[in-house]
């Protein structure tokens, strides 16, 4: 059983066009994150909804947007992909996500490859 | 500079030797120390956690955190070459804030 899903596993696209990623989890959490790693591996953390509501929203373009349907599903829209927007998106889950620290640990999925032309 | 400093390696260690992997800190803030594997093409999974100062053990794993130093080191004794991965620290902040800060991982080759 795959806790967290990501969909679709790599994307391919062309500057300028809007592309959109899904997340699911089923493990129950309430909490949601939307992670880039970029080519040197360096992991950075964007959003993150608790029960659909949004906590963080780091300094993040606003090309990127959120949606949150409900607590099991985060999916990431993107307009306007540029080439600096090439990178692994990792979606991840925890339990709760507010009582801090690593009581929550963050459950990820197997990234999205996202490769813009 | 950034908030974690980790060496990118890569690191090559033959089959059985000790493997040190380190990351440094400048958030006296951060009260949860992690360490994270990452296998080529997956997503990164927690291996251990600590919080505050103290060592922590774990099978063949051994993390440890000096807050007076800002210095967070995960041992691995007896290294197979299924540790072969990128080692990934992260940090964080007790309460009210769940934001993983990372480092940029170390990655490790243990050689047969």
């Known amino acids: 059983d795959t806790a967290v899903s990501q969909t679709p596993k790599y994307l391919v696209t062309q500057m300028g066009n809007d592309k959109s990623i899904k997340c699911e989890q089923n493990?129950?959490?309430?909490?949601m994150y939307w992670y880039k790693q970029d080519s040197k591996k360096f992991l950075k953390i964007m959003f993150s909804?608790?029960?659909?509501?949004?906590?963080i929203n780091e300094t993040v373009p606003n090309r990127f947007s959120p949606k949150s349907p409900d607590k099991a599903h985060l999916n990431l829209h993107i307009n306007s992909l540029e080439l600096g927007d090439s990178a692994v998106y990792f979606c991840?889950?925890?339990?709760?996500?507010?009582?801090?620290?690593?009581?929550?640990?963050?459950?990820f999925g197997p990234g999205t490859r996202l490769t813009v032309l | 500079q950034k908030e974690v400093e980790q060496d990118p390696g890569p690191l090559s260690v033959p089959e059985g030797a000790i493997v040190s992997l380190n990351c440094t800190y400048s958030?006296?803030?951060?009260?949860?120390f992690m360490w994270y594997r990452q296998y080529s093409r997956k997503g990164p999974e927690l291996l251990m956690y600590?919080?505050?100062?103290g060592n922590k053990e774990d099978g063949r794993f051994t993390a440890q955190v000096d807050k007076s130093s800002k210095y967070i080191s995960l041992f691995i004794r007896d290294s197979q070459p299924s540790d072969s991965a990128t080692y990934l620290c992260?940090?964080?902040?007790?309460?009210?804030?769940?934001?993983?800060?990372f480092g940029t991982g170390t990655r490790l080759t243990i050689i047969p």
């Open positions: 493990l129950g959490h309430d909490t």
């Open positions: 909804y608790n029960n659909k509501e949004l906590i």
């Open positions: 600590t919080y505050s100062s």
């Open positions: 958030n006296s803030a951060f009260q949860y």
């Open positions: 991840a889950s925890s339990q709760d996500g507010t009582s801090g620290g690593a009581g929550d640990t963050q459950y």
């Open positions: 992260a940090m964080s902040v007790v309460f009210g804030n769940e934001k993983l800060t």
